[in-house]
């Protein structure tokens, strides 16, 4: 075995303890997330990139480590997105998107990536991004019968019913996506945007006949609490005042729940921030390093001539 042989077996024995011990990172990062400790989920998962990232060049990850990277990333995203925290959302899901494009962990990677991000764009209102980023997801998605098209589909109705006045057109496509839904979870979900398509135009009689079954039968606190804030007001413009009553002492029961948590949304953003800086400070001593093999290759010839 030559020197260079050896040299080879070890480089490969540490790129594998190093991405082990990514990947421990990341199983911690879900075991804290699926607990509800989200500010320790964030810095587990940071914890993975940036072991990651401090090893291997990026742009040389590809296969399991490139997929690793954007699933991270994802779970980033899915993190902050929950926070109601667009900007490092869209700054994840970009991130997961570069890797996806290099090795997808399945056909929907890339489509779903994009949606997600434009679904950001939506929340921070920034309607040219979001269409751009829907119709990029449209475009690539690899099929029709899939859950995906059908939330893509739907989001794009509800943009055309907000900011295009097409009532009309949107639920005839939202009530289309609901009846091919897989099961009733997910027609619930569909009747809930349809249930508050109604309520926004005062249509109270339709909104009930799908708001009523989303209070009844989809799980979700924060869902119900939406919920039966439209109801309390439909109920109360029908005049059936005891319905109405019983849903705002519903919202008052859980009032505290969904309010933001200014600490804990204050220490994910620091979280965030620092690995940013940290990365910024790694690519910039690489460039700095960079510059100077590249002076001293210039530089040591012409001495040696000279000399």
């Known amino acids: 075995v030559t020197t260079d042989d050896r040299d080879a077996m070890n480089r490969v024995?540490?790129?594998?303890?190093?991405?082990?011990?990514?990947?421990?990172?990341?199983?911690?990062?879900?075991?804290?997330?699926?607990?509800?400790?989200?500010?320790?989920?964030?810095?587990?998962?940071?914890?993975?990139?940036?072991?990651?990232?401090?090893?291997?060049?990026?742009?040389?990850l590809a296969n399991k480590k490139a997929q690793f990277m954007g699933l991270t990333f994802n779970r980033l995203f899915d993190l902050f997105s929950g926070q109601y925290m667009s900007e490092p959302a869209i700054g994840c899901a970009q991130q997961a998107l570069a890797f996806f494009h290099i090795a997808p962990f399945s056909a929907y990677s890339v489509p779903i990536t994009l949606y997600k991000i434009g679904v950001e764009y939506a929340a921070l209102e920034e309607i040219d991004s979001m269409k751009y980023y829907y119709a990029q997801a449209l475009s690539l998605m690899p099929d029709t019968a899939n859950i995906y098209y059908r939330d893509l589909r739907s989001s794009w109705a509800l943009n055309d019913y907000l900011y295009h006045q097409k009532g009309d057109a949107a639920l005839q496509t939202l009530k289309r996506m609901a009846a091919e839904a897989d099961d009733d979870d997910e027609r619930l979900?569909?009747?809930?945007?349809?249930?508050?398509?109604?309520?926004?135009?005062?249509l109270y009689d339709s909104a009930l006949r799908y708001l009523?079954?989303?209070?009844?039968?989809?799980?979700?606190?924060?869902?119900?609490?939406?919920?039966a804030d439209h109801l309390s007001e439909?109920?109360?413009?029908?005049?059936?005042?005891e319905k109405e009553e019983a849903y705002i002492r519903f919202m008052a029961r859980y009032k505290s729940i969904g309010v933001d948590n200014k600490s804990e949304t204050s220490k994910l953003s620091t979280l965030y921030q620092d690995y940013a800086n940290r990365k910024q400070q790694r690519q910039a001593e690489a460039e700095h390093a960079k510059h100077i093999k590249k002076t001293v290759g210039i530089i040591v010839p012409i001495a040696v001539l000279l000399a």
């Open 234 to 241: 439909i109920y109360g413009g029908l005049g059936e005042h």
């Open 212 to 227: 009523q079954p989303v209070f009844d039968n989809k799980s979700g606190l924060e869902i119900k609490l939406q919920t």
């Open 189 to 202: 979900t569909r009747y809930l945007t349809i249930g508050d398509l109604y309520y926004r135009e005062s």
């Open 13 to 60: 024995s540490t790129d594998n303890t190093v991405f082990l011990d990514a990947r421990a990172h990341y199983i911690n990062g879900v075991g804290y997330y699926e607990r509800d400790s989200v500010v320790e989920a964030c810095a587990e998962y940071l914890k993975a990139v940036e072991i990651m990232e401090s090893h291997f060049k990026t742009a040389n």
